[in-house]
């Protein structure tokens, strides 16, 4: 008797531990469940960001089984959608769908930002890049880059550009844009790239750096003129569209890119497995093709290439905003 009871008590010894891993262990590997995911896109519906996610929400859903929803937390240059997501526990049911603007440009020009873009988040994947266009109405009448910084130069803060907000990707490239080309114009801000393009597209803002993805369609329908792509390389939906440094200013490059994060300090497997879904999404060739066809380059690369994109880009549009004379606000 005295033995069993000596082996029961050995046995309840080393199996309570085990039992108690059991959770922790299993965790990543329940993701995404039964409970939906929340995908935060911090800008507003219809821009380039939201038709990222929407495609890729619904191909990593049927992939891992799992029910991820988009949301739409539009404001400030994405600062209200970030911060929300910065808030909420890593446990891989919020994630961001954050950009250039929110982790790279937003340390630059925004004053008292609410979360530190490193400290504050869990770097998950790169999932693309796409250069800007600079579109203007076919009603301003110039055909060439080199015709628009004539007009722009005869008429000192006449001529006007959209952004996506103070402080996005498209009012930092065309503030950027502005000061290579020695121009003064005036600048529109709107809630969102969807809004600031459809007053581009009335005719009420001359001009705006916007992803080819959202202007390819009105350029192709001849609503919009296409002066230069931002990036180094002609884009392949637009290849008769030369680059800014092929029609006027060398060096020049403003390329973007979007990418997911979730909340800070989520625990290494969970976001491995995380990861490890949306870059076998990514890579697959459907979706290769589905974002080629919108001008955006897959990529796909895991955690730590997407960490040292956000330092490395950070440091970069530093410089630009200062150059540019761009401030905090």
């Known amino acids: 008797m005295l033995s069993v009871k000596k082996t029961l008590a050995c046995f309840l010894v080393c199996a309570v531990p085990a039992l108690c891993t059991i959770p922790a262990a299993n965790a990543e590997d329940a993701w995404p469940g039964s409970k939906p995911v929340q995908l935060i896109v911090p800008y507003a519906n219809g821009g380039s960001t939201d038709l990222v996610a929407r495609q890729l929400a619904d191909a990593v859903s049927k992939k891992t089984g799992g029910h991820i929803i988009v949301e739409n937390r539009a404001g400030a240059s994405g600062v209200i959608g970030t911060s929300y997501v910065n808030r909420q526990p890593a446990d891989g049911y919020t994630l961001l769908l954050g950009t250039v603007t929110s982790h790279a440009i937003a340390p630059s020009v925004t004053a008292n930002l609410p979360y530190d873009i490193v400290k504050g988040f869990t770097p998950i994947t790169t999932i693309g890049t796409i250069p800007d266009v600079i579109v203007v109405n076919p009603q301003l009448g110039v055909n060439t880059l080199n015709d628009f910084i004539k007009l722009a130069k005869s008429r000192p803060e006449q001529v006007s550009y959209a952004s996506a ?165």
């Open 165 to 329: 907000g103070t402080g996005s990707s498209s009012h930092l490239g065309g503030a950027y844009f502005a000061a290579e080309a020695g121009l003064k114009m005036n600048h529109i801000s709107y809630r969102g790239s969807g809004p600031a393009l459809i007053d581009v597209l009335g005719g009420h803002v001359d001009m705006m750096l916007d992803v080819v993805m959202t202007s390819l369609e009105p350029v192709k329908a001849g609503r919009l003129k296409a002066l230069a792509v931002t990036s180094t390389e002609r884009s392949p939906l637009l290849p008769d569209v030369p680059t800014v440094q092929e029609a006027r200013i060398p060096g020049f490059e403003a390329m973007i890119w979007f990418a997911l994060f979730a909340p800070a300090n989520m625990d290494p497997a969970l976001q491995a497995r995380i990861a490890k879904a949306f870059d076998e999404t990514i890579q697959e060739p459907q979706m290769k093709k589905l974002l080629l066809r919108q001008g955006i380059t897959a990529s796909g690369t895991g955690p730590a290439a997407l960490a040292e994109t956000v330092r490395a880009d950070t440091a970069k549009w530093r410089d630009i905003a200062k150059k540019a004379g761009v401030k905090p606000q």
